[in-house]
């Protein structure tokens, strides 16, 4: 066991900067990271410049750092991750053809929605989403589909930490976060509107494994004042079940379960598509 009154080692101190990017930030300056890892800014200033040369983070031209491309390749060969993203590829294509809208893959981790994988096309309404980063479960589609069906204690810890508001719709009160939750168990699928981004509209489903379990969340986005849930559910919820069936069939996961390493970096695994 660990003593609480021992300092913290080198790879701790490492891990906790590398941590940092986790919890949303694509791109931090120098005292935010210090800050989210709880150091010293001339410890995190030392070690920092060490990681950029590793090619572990990278210094872009603003001052800011950001995840290198070296900890992206490591992290993207997680098998977890990277099966689930191969065998959600093909579906994720289909659906974009049959919509153009964003089409976008979460799991659930640390209380918070992982984006795995996102189609765009030039014509998709602007988006905050990035692969390799989390949004807030309350907050999104994808999140509030993963909240529906993981353990009560999932719940209690997102209400614990307070429902924070991101738009103008953002449900931030505890009985209707679970009156939504209620409606995604009954109906099978869940709607946002202006919830996480200003004119953005969502409606997810969830993906199951081999045992019924649901370990990931598919979504589209589309622009609200054009979104046409008679449109975009259909093929959401068709694409949805095509995954599990694949899923239960090839994939060895769970990648709901445990923490996932970053899937992607600076050179985002993110597909954009023309139309």
């Known amino acids: 066991m660990a003593d609480p009154a021992r300092p913290p080692s080198v790879a701790g101190k490492v891990m906790a900067i590398l941590d940092a990017f986790a919890l949303g930030g694509v791109r931090l300056n120098l005292s935010e990271i210090c800050r989210r890892a709880g150091l010293p800014l001339a410890t995190g200033h030392r070690l920092v410049g060490e990681l950029v040369g590793g090619g572990f983070l990278e210094r872009v031209p603003d001052g800011t750092y950001r995840i ?34 964003n089409v976008q893959l979460a799991v659930l981790r640390d209380g918070r929605a992982l984006f795995v994988e996102r189609l765009r096309g030039t014509r998709s309404v602007p988006v905050v989403t990035q692969v390799g980063a989390t949004l807030p479960l309350h907050a999104t589609g994808v999140g509030k589909v993963l909240l529906a069906y993981a353990p ?17 719709r953002t449900i ?3 009985d209707e976060l679970r009156g939504s939750l209620e409606r995604v ?25 081999g045992e019924g379990a649901v370990v990931a969340a598919l979504s589209l986005v589309a622009r609200t004042r054009s979104a046409d849930m008679r449109r975009l559910l259909p093929p959401l919820t068709t694409a949805a079940r095509a995954l599990s069936r694949d899923l239960a069939l090839h994939w060895r996961g769970p990648a709901s379960s445990g923490p996932l390493p970053p899937v992607s970096g600076p050179s985002s695994g993110e597909r954009k598509l023309s139309g």
């Open 172 to 174: 931030t009160d505890p």
């Open 185 to 209: 168990r009954h109906n099978g699928f869940a709607l946002t509107r202006d919830e996480m981004t200003l004119g953005a509209a969502s409606v997810a489903a969830p993906v199951r494994d």
């Open 68 to 101: 290198g491309t070296r900890l992206w390749r490591i992290g993207s060969q997680a098998p977890a991750v990277t099966s689930l993203r191969e065998l959600a590829l093909p579906h994720m294509e289909d659906l974009y053809e049959a919509t153009h809208d």
């Open 152 to 168: 009560e204690e999932v719940l209690e810890e997102v209400l614990a930490a307070g429902l924070t508001r991101h738009a103008a």
